[in-house]
C-alpha cells in the first residue's frame, strides 16, 4: 500500500515523525517531489487566486502525487499544544482540497488536535493505523520510533546547528552571522524561497533559522509579548526574531513571509517595529509565485553588503 506525503505546509515541520510513522507501519512512503514551476503551475491552476502560495502550493503536490498511490495524507492540523493553534488555512485545507481538485478521491483525512495531552496524538495514530487496517502493536511500535526520529531530529540535529533538509556545508567562523526567520515551508522549499538560504550561504554569510533555537529559549522570548499570538507558526516565528533582537549575536534578520498571509501581516510588523528599539538591522522580503530571482539577489546582496560596512565601522571603532 503507497501512501502519498505532499511536499508542502506541515510536511516541513514534522516529517520525520510523519514518513517514519506510515514507513514503519508498513506502508510505502511516496512524498512528492521537490517544488518546480509546474507543481506551482497545477496549484495556480486549482486554487482561488487570494490564497497564499504555500497553500497554492500545496494543492499542487496533491495534484502531483494522487495519481500514483493508494492515499494522499491531507493534515488537518488543528494544535500541537496548549498556547495556540494553527492558521485557519491549515484548519480548512481538506475543505479547500475537496472544492478545487474535483478528481482527488483518496484523501487520507487527519484532524490533528493534541492540545489536551500527549496522549492524543497517540490515539490519533491508532486511529489512523485501524484506518489503515494496521494492528495495535504495530502501532504503537511505529508510534514510538517516529517519536524517536522527531526528537532525535530536533535535538541532535537542528540545534547543533544545520539548518533542515539538507542545507550544510556552513561554518561559525564567517564573518556576517544572520537569522532568517519564516515558516518552514517558505523557509526550506527551495523553489519558493529562490534558494535563499543556500544563496546566502554561498555569499559567505552564516545562517540561523527559528527550527535551529531550542524550544525552551522560544518559551522564555514568548514572555515578551503581551499576548501569545493565536497562531504556532507564528510564535516560533517572533520568538525566533526576538531571541535575535536581545542576544545581538546576529547581524541582521530577515523575514521572509508569502504575499496575502493573514498572520503575517501582524508578525511581521510586531517584529519590525521591535528591530527598530533593538537596533537591529531587519529586512522584509515578501515572495509569491511572480517573485524574481535578479530582484532577490539585489536586495539580499545590498543588506549583506550593509552588513558588512556596518561590521568594519564597529571594529574600526573598537581597534
Ligand atoms: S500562515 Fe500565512 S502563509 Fe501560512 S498558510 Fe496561513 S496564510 Fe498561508
New binding site residues.
Given amino acids: 500500500m503507497k501512501i502519498g506525503i505532499p511536499r508542502a505546509?506541515a510536511y516541513y515541520a514534522y516529517y520525520p515523525f510523519i514518513n517514519t510513522f506510515f514507513e514503519k507501519l508498513g506502508l510505502e512512503v511516496v512524498v512528492s517531489d521537490e517544488t518546480t514551476k509546474e507543481t506551482m503551475d497545477y496549484g495556480i491552476d486549482d486554487t482561488i487566486t487570494d490564497?497564499?502560495?504555500?497553500?497554492k502550493l500545496f494543492h499542487g503536490h496533491v495534484r502531483s502525487i494522487m495519481d500514483k498511490v493508494d492515499y494522499v495524507l491531507v493534515p488537518r492540523l488543528v494544535s500541537v499544544n496548549r498556547e495556540a493553534t494553527?492558521?485557519?488555512?491549515?484548519l480548512g485545507l481538506p475543505d479547500m482540497l475537496r472544492c478545487s481538485i474535483a478528481d482527488l478521491k483518496n484523501e487520507l483525512e487527519v484532524r490533528v488536535d493534541i492540545k489536551q495531552s500527549k496522549l492524543k496524538l497517540f490515539l490519533l495514530c491508532l486511529k489512523v493505523a485501524k484506518q489503515l487496517k494496521k494492528g495495535f502493536f504495530k502501532a504503537y511500535s511505529a508510534y514510538l520510533q517516529a517519536l524517536f526520529s522527531f526528537r532525535n531530529y530536533t535535538h541532535q540535529f537542528l540545534q547543533g546547528g544545520i539548518p533542515p533538509l539538507g542545507i550544510v556545508g556552513q561554518h561559525k567562523d564567517k564573518s556576517i552571522r544572520l537569522g532568517v526567520v519564516g515558516?518552514p515551508?517558505?523557509l526550506y522549499d527551495s523553489y519558493l524561497s529562490l534558494d535563499l538560504i543556500r544563496k546566502l550561504i554561498s555569499m559567505g554569510v552564516y545562517v540561523v533559522t527559528p527550527e535551529m533555537i531550542p524550544d525552551r529559549e522560544k518559551k522564555r522570548q514568548g514572555k515578551k509579548l503581551k499576548k501569545t499570538l493565536f497562531?504556532t507558526?507564528?510564535n516560533n516565528v517572533i520568538r525566533a526574531a526576538y531571541h535575535f533582537f536581545e542576544r545581538q549575536d546576529v547581524d541582521g534578520v530577515i523575514h521572509i513571509?508569502?504575499f496575502?498571509?493573514?498572520?503575517?501581516f501582524i508578525v511581521d510588523k510586531l517584529m519590525e517595529i521591535d528591530a527598530k528599539n533593538y537596533k537591529m538591522p531587519f529586512l522584509t522580503i515578501t515572495l509569491d509565485e511572480h517573485t524574481g530571482q535578479e530582484g532577490l539577489n539585489t536586495r539580499l546582496e545590498a543588506f549583506v553588503d550593509m552588513l558588512k560596512i556596518n561590521r568594519a565601522k564597529k571594529e574600526a571603532l573598537f581597534a
Fill in positions: 505546509l490564497a497564499c502560495v504555500p497553500i494553527f492558521c485557519p488555512k491549515f515558516y515551508y517558505m497562531w507558526f507564528s513571509t508569502a496575502g498571509c493573514g498572520p503575517d
